[in-house]
């Protein structure tokens, strides 16, 4: 971070042992500094404060609570209060900034924090930080004392978009992504977030799908049409359940790439090789959860007859579809079940 800089430590002139270098502004915003613009808000005035949140820290290094939620444009004051026996800190900012830092803090113990976003508390005491969470978006609370966030000592803070109604001067039709700008992820719809966490299909299958290869959540819900045998709603209920845990965790991850592509540019850290880094990311694992869904269609065909194939097209709609080559569905029934990684369609 730019402004971490190194304690010079003087033993032969003070006589004594170092110190640690959070300790000389205990309970206090480390420095009156001119606020800055952060991805997870800047620093507020007192008279702006809205709110009070009391956080407890611990020597079991944990918060309580550990997760917050504000709404953007709020002010509000941190309390924290260290109930334990050893100094703790709370240091606001993005997962991949607080990883970083705790990294660098783990290299270099006597490494002085200089921001605005940071408080040190000494036991027993109780220290205040007031913060405007201007930016929506999911963002981390820690404590990056050496070994305190290795043992898990850090919170989430969701700051919720506030909707603002476009200026009536503003054309719709002129400006097609006004609004936009208050998503939490500027590329991801709130149908986006909800699809990717759930692990639904979000048309990601329908090369599959419209072209004569049924999902398994589909077949179950037409066991008894297509006459499904004892074993093949056990293979295709197992292929569901795998399918969907598989999916919801490509999901997950593909939403941390777009957020993390989000906050480069909202934090203008953005440079050409990050830029490069962060969107062949997020387009990694865009490309792995279409494929997950697409093999799990795959998978369950092979479970089926040709005859079900048939069926299951006509139930569906799809009945002018291109039937599957006779050869093709024989190769695919002898497909080894150990593919079945998957689950759910959409």
Known sequence: MNAIKFIAICAL?????????????????????????????????????????TLRMSDAMRFTPARIEVKQGETVR??????GKVQHELVLGTPQELAEHAAQMQKHPGMEHDEPHMVHVAPGKTGHLVWTFNRAGDFEFACLIDGHYQAGMKGTIRVVA?????????????????????????AL???????????????????????GYPGPMHTLELANELKLSDEQRTQSQALLTQHKAEARRLGAELIDAERALD?????????PELLTQLTRTAGDKLAQLRAEHLQTHLTQTA????????????????????????????????QPMMEMNHAQHH
């Open 303 to 334: 479970l089926l007859t040709e005859q079900q194939i048939e069926r299951y097209k006509t139930l569906r709609g799809y009945g002018n579809a291109m039937p599957m080559h006779p050869g093709k569905q024989h190769d695919m029934q002898h």
């Open 189 to 211: 719809s709130d149908d986006d977030l909800k699809a990717y966490e759930h692990g639904q299909g979000h048309g990601f299958a329908k090369a599959a799908e419209l072209n």
């Open 78 to 83: 941190l309390t924290l209060r260290n109930t």
């Open 263 to 271: 906050q480069a540019f909202a934090s203008r850290s953005i440079s």
């Open 13 to 53: 002139l003070t006589g004594a042992s170092a110190t640690f270098g959070h300790e000389p502004q205990q309970g206090k915003p480390m420095h009156a500094a001119a606020a800055e613009q952060k991805a997870w808000g800047i620093a507020g005035e007192t008279k702006a404060v809205t709110r009070t949140i």
């Open 162 to 186: 506030q909707p603002q109604k476009p200026a009536a001067s503003v054309s719709p039709q002129a400006t097609p992504y006004a609004g936009q700008h208050m998503r939490a992820i500027k």
